[in-house]
């Protein structure tokens, strides 16, 4: 299982208990463990956000590379080492774009 897809399910999983523990009175447990129990949950939903949220940066901050990059080929004298620069990294700037579309 990739670790996106494990992160999502172990997501689901505490989304499903935090509601249990914190909305469902009639547990019988104390007020303690409740509240650490949804603490706990709600931090590794916290940690699972910001997980996905530095991975969706990642693709920004790649994409912008790629772009930057593009630029500085255009100062290269025209020939073929500045064209086979360019289709590969157009070929990458298309593929970012069509995994956007996804």
Same mark, same amino acid.
């Given at each position: 299982m990739d670790t996106k897809k494990l992160l999502e399910n172990i997501s689901n999983n505490c989304s499903s208990e935090l509601s249990k $523990?914190? $909305?469902?009175? /009639?547990?019988?447990?104390s007020d303690k463990y409740r509240k650490g129990k949804v603490t706990s949950y709600t931090f590794v939903l916290d940690l699972i $956000?910001?997980?996905? +949220?530095?991975?969706?940066?990642?693709?920004? +901050?790649?994409?912008?590379?790629?772009?930057? +990059?593009?630029?500085?080929?255009?100062?290269?004298?025209? /020939?073929?080492?500045?064209? /086979?620069?360019? +289709?590969v990294l157009s070929e990458i700037k298309s593929q970012l774009k069509e995994g956007k579309k996804l």
């Open positions: $523990y914190k $909305y469902n009175k /009639g547990l019988d447990i $956000y910001h997980f996905f +949220e530095k991975e969706r940066l990642l693709k920004i +901050e790649f994409e912008s590379i790629i772009s930057d +990059e593009m630029d500085k080929i255009s100062t290269l004298k025209n /020939g073929d080492y500045q064209r /086979g620069i360019n +289709e």
